[in-house]
């Protein structure tokens, strides 16, 4: 596992639904933050569908509201929502050429997704297809964006470099919190805070730490790729 680097300034999460970045980005997202880098975060969709008997017109908004409330606990305030529809997610022309626009508004270095894979680490999970059609629409938008160096995708199976997040957990944790309604949907013996820990730790023995946050670092050809 290598280290990620460090020698850019402008990054953007671009994620199916809210809680994705917060299940280990958002701890690397608190340190960059902390150095001086500026992050922001876009959801494909609202994740209206993700909060079992709740009105979709009810939980699209209040997973907005819980979003905004856990980027800011890692200090993101700018959070925007492209509103495609939920747990139906494709990879399209139109959500390609959305994320091209909001990658050139960002003037974004770095782009950080959620792992796209078919599988989780350790090969038993499935991944989702939102999670797998979100991530090859961003990589394909990220070679047209043109500035785009890298694509990140956090706890992919291939991961290949590693950030240090052993002074970041606390706010890796208060960012999921952040999502209340969503994680009080899940019901009692819900284990997100408990796989957030798994995931940072394992992350920490991958990368000889105590805990870090892994990803698939992708290069982006192009003549802006710099590395
Ligand atoms: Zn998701």
């Known amino acids: 596992m290598k280290v990620f680097p460090s020698d850019w300034s402008r990054a953007l999460a671009i994620v199916a639904h809210p809680d ?3 299940y280990g980005a958002a701890a690397a997202i608190a340190r960059w933050v902390r150095e001086g880098k500026s992050v922001g975060y876009v959801m494909i969709t609202s994740g209206e569908q993700g909060i079992e008997g709740m009105d979709p017109e009810v939980c699209g908004p209040l997973r907005e509201k819980e979003q905004i409330a856990s980027a800011a606990r890692v200090g993101v305030s700018n959070v925007q929502f ?3 529809p939920d747990f139906v997610l494709e990879d399209s ?7 091209v626009a909001v990658m ?3 003037q974004a270095e770095l782009i950080v997704t959620l792992n796209f894979r078919d599988r989780w680490p350790g090969g038993d999970y499935p991944n989702s297809s939102d999670h797998v059609n979100a991530g090859s629409a961003v990589v394909a ?3 047209e964006a043109g500035g785009v160096r890298w694509v990140a995708a956090c706890t992919s199976p291939v991961s290949t470099h590693g950030v240090d997040v052993s002074d970041f957990v606390h706010e890796a944790v ?3 919190q952040e999502h209340r309604e969503y994680l ?3 019901g009692p013996d819900d284990r997100s805070l408990e796989m957030l820990q798994e995931i940072l730790t394992h992350g920490g023995v991958q990368l000889g730490c105590e805990s870090a946050v ?3 670092l992708i290069p982006v050809g192009g003549e802006s790729a710099a590395s």
């Open 214 to 216: 892994v990803f698939e």
């Open 141 to 143: 938008a990220a070679q």
């Open 184 to 186: 009080r949907g899940l």
């Open 93 to 99: 022309p139109e959500l390609r050429s959305d994320l």
């Open 82 to 84: 492209l509103r495609y």
């Open 104 to 106: 050139r508004e960002h």
């Open 20 to 22: 994705d970045v917060e």
């Open 174 to 176: 208060a960012s999921l």
